[in-house]
């Protein structure tokens, strides 16, 4: 297992990080004006499950593949900036939508808002790049298992991006339903939140790149 005092410094290293706005946070903002605090919520889900597939890769050995390889690293970065960009065009054709108004979630299914978080978290580059460069710095190569300590430092940088993202989708989703009280505010939010997602995949499509 990892050394406590390892662990520690991880943690605070990873909280640290965390609380600096990055792409996962910007996606789980859009997402949640888009489609209130369930929707956001659910989408924080859906991304940290497609980010521990990312840490169960590197534990395995294979995330230094996909860091290593530049076709595939980019047509992974690709996939996921492609994926946002047509969220955001998505949030943006609905915000006159029937659901726009009220609970704008309740249109989408359970299922289908945490399947695009994940394929938002499995593809989304600059994790690959983090859990690959800064996950092995903290393993304990006496301790053997290396693994088994790489997978619980990389769960424990996602339960702690876990809770700071869901803060985040609470906070933008409880401004979004202020918001809601006036049709054309709310259609400007969800505007917003789609082209947060847009943006965000134009700048993870053209940045991000193997160095």
Known sequence: MVP??????????SALLIAVPGPSVLFVIGRS?????????????????????QVAAVALGLGVVLAQSLPLFTAVKIAGAAYLIYL??????ERHGPSAGRNPSR??????????????????????????????QFVDHAA??????????????LLIALVSDSVWALAAGTARQWFAR?????AAVSTTGGVMMIGLGGTLAVTGNKT
């Open 33 to 53: 004006l888009a489609l209130g605090r369930r929707g956001g919520l659910l989408s924080v889900l859906g991304n940290a499950a497609g980010e521990l597939v």
């Open 107 to 136: 249109s989408a299914s359970t299922w289908r808002i945490l399947r695009e978080g994940f394929f938002v978290g499995a593809t989304n580059p600059k994790s690959v790049v983090f859990f690959v460069a800064v996950l092995p």
């Open 88 to 93: 955001g065009i998505q949030a943006v054709r």
């Open 4 to 13: 406590a005092t390892n662990l520690l410094a991880f943690a605070l290293v």
């Open 144 to 157: 053997g298992a290396i693994p088994l300590q790489l997978a619980v430092l990389g769960a424990t940088f």
């Open 182 to 186: 006036s049709p054309r505010r709310i």
